[in-house]
């Protein structure tokens, strides 16, 4: 079964950081584009990070370039977000989702369920 | 970074077709994808490239593009197929790996 699994989310401060995994499955994981994709309380789909099946290529929402981070472990078959200087507006429901190359670039055909991550003091 | 415009609400009498649009310029240069979304749920992909469903997608769902608009149809919208739906593409503007998403459109089947 085609799965992504994501965890790390949780509750944490302004200003502090907080690293979200996703665990993928059922496919081959190192032939596809990945990315981070969030959705705040009552809000729509917000872009956030995507990275190309080597590394080579990423990308980031200006809403949190240089302050968040992503990277991907093809042995392991995971795919992390390294959150810092988290604000409130952060909070949101993040998914992981599968791409594809060239024009399935922004193509997301597998989501996960997602991971709550919460900014609040 | 571009943007890509989405009415908020639309609404269509059961068995009747129903057309949401999504505007912006990149989509001049890159084809839409489409996203379905339930409450509570992850979001489905529908549409992608210039007219492709993934496997298990009825075939009443139907993408097209001109110019600056992309457009998803649905041809005998079912009672089902009420949900929150969102475009996206590659962002034409700046670092071309970038995504952008619509602000999405509430389906309502009467």
């Known amino acids: 079964e085609v799965q992504l699994v994501e965890s790390g989310g949780g509750l944490v401060q302004p200003g502090r950081s907080l690293r979200l995994s996703c665990a993928a499955s059922?496919?081959?994981?190192?032939?596809?584009?990945m990315h981070w994709v969030r959705q705040a309380p009552g809000k729509g789909l917000e872009w956030v990070s995507g990275?190309?099946?080597?590394?080579?290529?990423?990308g980031y929402a200006d809403s949190v370039k240089g302050r968040f981070t992503i990277s991907r472990d093809n042995a392991k078959n995971s795919l992390y977000l390294q959150m810092n200087s988290l604000r409130a507006e952060d909070t949101a429901l993040y998914y992981c989702?599968?791409?594809?190359?060239?024009?399935?670039?922004?193509?997301?055909?597998?989501w996960g369920q997602g991971t709550m991550v919460t900014v609040s003091s | 970074s571009s943007e890509l415009t989405q009415d908020p609400a639309v609404s269509v009498a059961l068995g009747q077709t129903v057309r949401i649009t999504c505007q912006g310029d990149?989509?001049?240069?890159?084809?839409a994808s489409w996203y379905q979304q339930k409450p509570g749920q992850a979001p489905v992909l529908v549409i992608y490239?210039?007219?492709n469903r993934p496997s298990g997608i009825p075939d009443r769902f139907s993408g097209s593009s001109s110019g600056n608009t992309a457009s998803l149809t649905i041809t005998g919208a079912q009672a089902e197929d009420e949900a929150d739906y969102y475009c996206?593409?590659?962002?034409?503007?700046?670092?071309?790996?970038?995504?952008?998403f619509g602000g999405g459109t509430k389906l309502t089947v009467l």
């Open positions: 490239g210039k007219n």
């Open positions: 989702a599968k791409g594809g190359a060239g024009a399935k670039w922004a193509a997301f055909d597998i």
């Open positions: 990275i190309s099946w080597n590394s080579g290529s990423i």
């Open positions: 059922g496919f081959t994981f190192d032939d596809y584009a």
């Open positions: 990149s989509l001049r240069s890159y084809y």
């Open positions: 996206n593409s590659r962002d034409s503007s700046g670092n071309h790996l970038n995504v952008v």
